[in-house]
């Protein structure tokens, strides 16, 4: 059984680019939660999802950051017009339906702005 | 205020000794409560949950709750070198949010 899958793991972005950060929870796992990790801080909750339903983006900027988590594929955290303060490490985590506190974490993708 | 705290460390035990690791929230309603090991450059593992007051051990960890305190934390026996790592504490209200506080620095010294 796969683990949680985050690609890519690492991406170089230049500022004014758009980055596309991918996650595939573990088979049988319907929800989603995207973290941000700055240096030295704290895991930062964005979003959570499940397929087809944004649930909670409380911790997402209200501009250039969107979220989504299709019938088919992946959950994909998109980031418009990157900045130099969007660099960081973003982590996926999902949970089993009957138990949504129990997080298991993807690789996390690094991003770097120029 | 922040919903998690912990003391960033660095915090250095000698192998074989006990590493007490600590944790306060600031959310009387908070109700489950949780242990994460986080290697550099890796992601967050989880090692332990704990929901009512008390401890509950797993191996050579035991995580201890005292909510009227509004304190985790968390104990590793006989420590090896390979526990060196951050060890982050998230705590859940009962929503869909987890609060993690920004983690302890453990380095287990040979």
């Known amino acids: 059984n796969a683990g949680v899958m985050q690609n890519p793991r690492h991406l170089v972005r230049r500022r004014g680019q758009e980055a596309r950060l991918r996650c595939s929870p573990m088979k049988g796992h319907s929800h989603v939660y995207w973290y941000r990790q700055l240096p030295e801080e704290g895991l930062k909750f964005m979003v959570y999802l499940q397929k087809e339903n944004i649930i909670d983006e409380s911790g997402m900027p209200k501009e250039r950051f969107s979220a989504e988590f299709p019938k088919e594929g992946p959950s994909i955290l998109r980031i418009q017009q990157v900045v130099r303060g969007d660099s960081a490490a973003y982590f996926c985590?999902?949970?089993?339906?009957?138990?949504?506190?129990?997080?298991?974490f993807g690789p996390g993708t690094r991003l770097t702005v120029l | 205020q922040k919903e998690v705290e912990q003391n960033s460390g660095p915090l250095s035990v000698p192998e074989g000794a006990i590493a007490s690791l600590n944790c306060t929230y600031s959310?009387?309603?908070?109700?489950?409560f949780f242990w994460y090991r986080q290697y550099s450059g890796k992601s967050p593992e989880l090692i332990m949950s704990i929901y009512s007051n008390g401890d509950k051990e797993d191996g050579r960890f035991t995580a201890q709750l005292n909510k009227a305190s509004q304190y985790v934390s968390l104990l590793i026996r006989d420590s090896q070198p390979s526990d060196s790592a951050t060890y982050l504490c998230a705590v859940n209200r009962g929503g869909n949010q987890f609060y993690f506080g920004t983690g302890t620095s453990l380095t287990v010294i040979p």
């Open positions: 985590a999902s949970s089993p339906p009957l138990a949504s506190d129990t997080q298991y």
């Open positions: 959310d009387r309603v908070s109700q489950s």
